[in-house]
T-cell receptor
Framework: DTAVSQTPKYLVTQMGNDKSIKCEQN?????MYWYKQDSKKFLKIMFS???????INETVPNRFSPKSPDKAHLNLHINSLELGDSAVYFC???????????????FGPGTRLLVL | GQNIDQPTEMTATEGAIVQINCTYQ??????LFWYQQHAGEAPTFLSY????GLEEKGRFSSFLSRSKGYSYLLLKELQMKDSASYLC?????????????FGTGTKLQVIP
C-alpha cells in the first residue's frame, strides 16, 4: 500500500562515515526527488531525477551522490558525513510536468539522520 | 530566481477562521501548492492553484493572484488537529526543467 517508502527511518552515525538512504515509489511516477529539511524546518530540494536522468542538481556538496537504478528507485549515498548533515531527508515522487493533473509531489516518511 | 515568503508562526482559536499568506517571486511561474506537515511527519498535499481565483476544498480554500505574486490558504472551522506547519510552494522554470521551491512554512497553533 505504501506509495513512497524510505529506509532507514532513523540513522545515527559517526562523523566521517559513509551511509546510504533508499527510496522506492510504487505510483508509476517518472520523477523523483531528494529534499533536506533542517532544524529550522526549511525544506530544500537537493536532486531531481526524471526517468533515471538527473535533471536538477542544486548546490549540494559532492559528498552527496544520488543514484537511480530504475525509475521507481532513487537512492542517496553520503560520503564522509559531517555534523551539518544532520537533518531529515525526504524522498518524493510526482508525475512529470505537462502530463496532466497537478503533478503533486508525494513524500516518503523521511529519514532522520543524526551525525555525532 | 525563486523566493517565497510566509509568516513563521500563527495562533488561532478552535472553531475560528485563519488565513495564511504567501508571496512568491518565481521565474516561469506555473503553479502554487500548499502542503500540510504535522510534527515529525512528511508533508502532504492540500491544494493547487495555477489560475487566478479561489479553489475550495471542504474546510480549506486557497487563493491565487498571479499578477501580485500572492496566495493565501484559508482554514475554516479550525480543529485542534489542524495544528501543523503549512508550506507554500511555487513551481517555476529552472534551466528548462520544472522545479518546486518551498517556503519556510507557517507553524499554526490552534488553541481551545
Amino acid at each position: 500500500d505504501t506509495a513512497v517508502s524510505q529506509t532507514p527511518k532513523y540513522l545515527v552515525t559517526q562523523m566521517g562515515n559513509d551511509k546510504s538512504i533508499k527510496c522506492e515509489q510504487n505510483l508509476g511516477h517518472d520523477t523523483m526527488y531528494w529534499y533536506k529539511q533542517d532544524s529550522k524546518k526549511f525544506l530544500k530540494i537537493m536532486f531531481s531525477y526524471n526517468n533515471k536522468e538527473l535533471i536538477i542538481n542544486e548546490t549540494v556538496p559532492n559528498r552527496f551522490s544520488p543514484k537511480s537504478p530504475d525509475k521507481a528507485h532513487l537512492n542517496l549515498h553520503i560520503n564522509s558525513l559531517e555534523l551539518g548533515d544532520s537533518a531529515v531527508y525526504f524522498c518524493a515522487s510526482s508525475p512529470p510536468y505537462g502530463r496532466g493533473g497537478q503533478e503533486t509531489q508525494y513524500f516518503g516518511p523521511g529519514t532522520r539522520l543524526l551525525v555525532l | 530566481g525563486q523566493n517565497i515568503d510566509q509568516p513563521t508562526e500563527m495562533t488561532a482559536t478552535e472553531g475560528a477562521i485563519v488565513q495564511i499568506n504567501c508571496t512568491y517571486q518565481t521565474s516561469g511561474f506555473n503553479g502554487l501548492f500548499w502542503y500540510q506537515q504535522h510534527a515529525g511527519e512528511a508533508p502532504t498535499f492540500l491544494s493547487y492553484n495555477v489560475l487566478d481565483g479561489l479553489e475550495e476544498k471542504g474546510r480549506f480554500s486557497s487563493f491565487l493572484s498571479r499578477s501580485k505574486g500572492y496566495s493565501y490558504l484559508l482554514l475554516k472551522e479550525l480543529q485542534m488537529k489542524d495544528s501543523a506547519s503549512y508550506l507554500c510552494a511555487a513551481r517555476g522554470d529552472s534551466g528548462g526543467y520544472q522545479k518546486v521551491t518551498f517556503g519556510t512554512g507557517t507553524k499554526l497553533q490552534v488553541i481551545p
